[in-house]
């Protein structure tokens, strides 16, 4: 399973994307995240769907913080991704 997701809110320098990179390292869920030049966090993941709703679950409450307003969240097709990374 995958899906985009982009993160609205005060939600960049407050460690989302490290948090994010370690839980989906520990979930076994391929992917990236990174931050926009709009202010939003953006995160594509990959892998089994329990793993991936965890993710997408934690996005939307994010590290101690965060402030998340809005989530967007996007199906799209695998691409068989490996590895997670922060870009």
Do not use: C
């Not at 809110?9 to 869920?29: N, P, S």
């Amino acid at each position: 399973m995958r899906r985009r997701v982009v993160v609205h809110g005060l939600v960049q320098g407050v460690f989302f994307r490290d948090t994010t990179r370690r839980l989906a390292l520990e979930h076994g869920v391929s992917g990236w995240v990174r931050n926009t030049w709009q202010g939003t966090v953006e995160a594509v993941f990959e892998g089994p769907p329990e793993a991936v709703e965890r993710l997408v679950a934690f996005v939307h409450r994010g590290p101690s913080g965060a402030l998340v307003e809005r989530v967007d969240v996007f199906e799209e097709d695998e691409e068989g991704l490996t590895g997670f990374s922060v870009r």
